[in-house]
């Protein structure tokens, strides 16, 4: 499990800071379409100020990020039981 979490961290943040960002207007067609949490998005929430953002608390928000960290994780490590 520690290699494939290893492997994949490298690789997903080598693609992170290797890659062009996408441009602008696909990130506000992201926001618009999906209204995330202001949190991080404030560059992108003031080019479409008409787009409500998600009225959820930045603790309900890291609360859902952790959980799915956890659940990755934990999928990872029983499957690496398995064998």
């Known amino acids: 499990m520690m290699i494939t979490v290893g492997i994949t961290t490298v690789v997903w943040l080598s693609t992170t800071f290797l890659t062009k960002p996408e441009p602008e207007d696909v990130l ?23 787009v409500k953002p998600s009225a959820r608390r930045p603790v309900e928000t890291c609360s859902d990020w952790i959980s799915g960290c956890v659940l990755i994780y934990g999928v990872l490590s029983e499957s690496a039981n398995c064998y």
């Open 28 to 50: 506000v067609a992201f926001y618009r379409r999906t209204r995330p949490s202001f949190l991080g998005w404030q560059p992108i929430a003031r080019l479409a100020p008409d």
